[in-house]
Every structure is written in C-alpha cells, then in structure tokens.
T-cell receptor, first 110, second 114 residues
Framework: GQQVMQIPQYQHVQEGEDFTTYCNSS?????IQWYKQRPGGHPVFLIQLVKSGEVKKQKRLTFQFGEAKKNSSLHITATQTTDVGTYFCYNNTNAGKSTFGDGTTLTVKP | NAGVTQTPKFQVLKTGQSMTLQCAQD?????MYWYRQDPGMGLRLIYYSASEGTTDKGEVPNGYNVSRLNKREFSLRLESAAPSQTSVYFCASSDLTGDGSPLHFGNGTRLTVT
C-alpha cells in the first residue's frame, strides 16, 4: 500500500511548549488527513489537505502539506493538557491500499 | 444521531472460540471498514466494504471474515480466535472510499483471547 511514515513516535513536552509531528511519503499523495486519538478513545478526524503547499489552521493547530505533496506536518503552538493523545496521518485514496502512519503520541506535563 | 455504533465494547474469548463483532452506522455512508489496533501501534485495515454488496481484503485479513449485511451494518467474524487476535477493533465508515471522505470511527471493541 501507499506507506506514510510518521516521526517522532513519541514526544513529551512541558505545557506551553510547541509540538510538531511529521508525515512523509516516498510517493506523491493526492491528499493527507490528520486524526487525533485520545487515550482510550477512538480516532477523530481533524482536517484534510489536498493542495500543494496548503496551510490550514484550527486555533493552535497548524497543518501543512508540502509543495511536492510528499510530506505533511501538524504543529501545535503552546500545548495544553487537552492536546494529549496520538496524532495520525492518513492518505485516503484507495481504501485497500491506504495506510495510517504509526502515529505520534504526545504527552504534556502540566 | 449515534454515528458509528460497535458492540460489544469488551470481550474475552478462549482460544478456538468464535464471535462476531457488530457495527452499524446511521450516516447513510456507502463505505465501511474494520481496523485493528495493537498497543503502541497504528491502525491496520482488516477488511473494507466500498459499497453495499462488496467486500475486500485489507492489510491483515487472515483469520477474519466479514459480512456487509445492508448499507448500515458491517460485521466482523473470528471463526477460531487466537491469542494473536487480542487487540482493539475499530469499525469506521465514510461517504465514499478513495475520494478523501473522512473516516468516522466507532468507540471500539477491546478483545482479549486467552
């Protein structure tokens, strides 16, 4: 399938620090979706990026899609304890071949 | 509007037992999916159904069967459970498959096979 790789696997930050997770592919992606999974919960859709170089913001979250459409990033400014969870990227093209990244688990120390 | 409903929430099986995980969505979505998630790992696709009447294998289909009963319901069956199938199972649905429609997930079924 179309593999997307995420880094880092884990990130531990002090509350108020920034956080970034990266999603990379060796092939051009038609789109990238980001999901958040709280501990013990289920993945919840956050956003979709489609255009080359696209940048979208949701409050303290900034999502970017690379110019070559081979990478994406999610940046959280001034993390809060409510940001804890695992963030996944996903390329939704062909269900049988699309895969989720392994996720980046964020923990926030108050 | 319940979204995606999965039952049961928890299940413990002995090796060799069988069971069916149920999933229903009320969003009139065409596509439905079954994923498994092992501790500290991502989501791996078991089977999916692009539309009513069709099912296809995903990344890890061995040991599982599925039935798309109607547009709303998509069940996952373990015929002879094995300890390697201990996992959290998520059902998801989307308007269409492969067009970038967001996935909507159920709350999951936590399965332990002893």
């Amino acid at each position: 399938g179309q593999q997307v790789m995420q880094i880092p696997q884990y990130q531990h930050v002090q509350e108020g620090e920034d956080f970034t997770t990266y999603c990379n592919s060796s092939t051009t992606l038609s789109n990238i979706q980001w999901y958040k999974q709280r501990p013990g919960g289920h993945p919840v859709f956050l956003i979709q990026l489609v255009k080359s170089g696209e940048v979208k913001k949701q409050k303290r979250l900034t999502f970017q899609f690379g110019e070559a459409k081979k990478n994406s990033s999610l940046h959280i400014t001034a993390t809060q304890t409510t940001d804890v969870g695992t963030y996944f990227c996903y390329n939704n093209t062909n269900a049988g071949k699309s895969t989720f990244g392994d996720g980046t688990t964020l923990t926030v120390k108050p | 509007n319940a979204g995606v409903t999965q039952t049961p929430k928890f299940q413990v099986l002995k090796t060799g037992q069988s069971m069916t995980l149920q999933c229903a969505q009320d969003m009139n979505h065409n596509s439905m999916y079954w994923y498994r998630q092992d501790p500290g790992m991502g989501l791996r696709l078991i089977y999916y159904s692009a539309s009513e009447g069709t099912t296809d294998k995903g990344e890890v289909p061995n040991g599982y069967n599925v039935s798309r009963l109607n547009k709303r319901e998509f069940s996952l069956r373990l015929e002879s459970a094995a300890p390697s199938q201990t996992s959290v199972y998520f059902c998801a649905s989307s308007d269409l498959t492969g067009d970038g429609s967001p996935l909507h997930f159920g709350n999951g079924t936590r399965l332990t096979v002893t």
